[in-house]
């Protein structure tokens, strides 16, 4: 059974950092493309960001030079460091992959407000 559970969201200030984790469980996360997502209220939910099994990232225009994810096979984590937060980052993140049918994790609130 696949899981992923993802944790580290919480309020920051604008130009603040956070980093939110994804651990990945019942399948073999290794070789699997993984994705970070978010849904702002009232908009579809987006792709923010996501690295391949050899390791190699594709971001949305938006962060581009403010988001990075990495991942740890090791620790079947897959991460989205965060830095230079603005207000219109606030959302839901998401992680996610696919494992013969679309996965998600639970979401963590990301708000960034002063």
């Known amino acids: 059974q696949v899981q992923l559970v993802e944790s580290g969201g919480g309020l920051v200030q604008p130009g603040g950092s956070l980093r939110l984790s994804c651990v990945a469980s019942?399948?073999?996360?290794?070789?699997?493309?993984m994705d970070w997502y978010r849904q702002a209220p009232g908009k579809q939910r987006e792709l923010v960001a996501s690295?391949?099994?050899?390791?190699?990232?594709n971001y949305t225009d938006s962060v581009k030079g403010r988001f990075t994810i990495f991942r740890d096979n090791a620790k079947n984590t897959v991460y989205l460091q965060m830095n230079t937060l603005k207000p219109e980052d606030t959302a839901v993140y998401y992680c996610?992959?696919?494992?013969?049918?679309?996965?998600w994790g639970q979401g963590t609130q990301v708000t960034v407000s002063s």
């Open positions: 019942g399948y073999i996360f290794r070789i699997n493309v």
């Open positions: 996610g992959t696919f494992w013969g049918i679309r996965y």
């Open positions: 690295i391949t099994s050899g390791g190699s990232t």
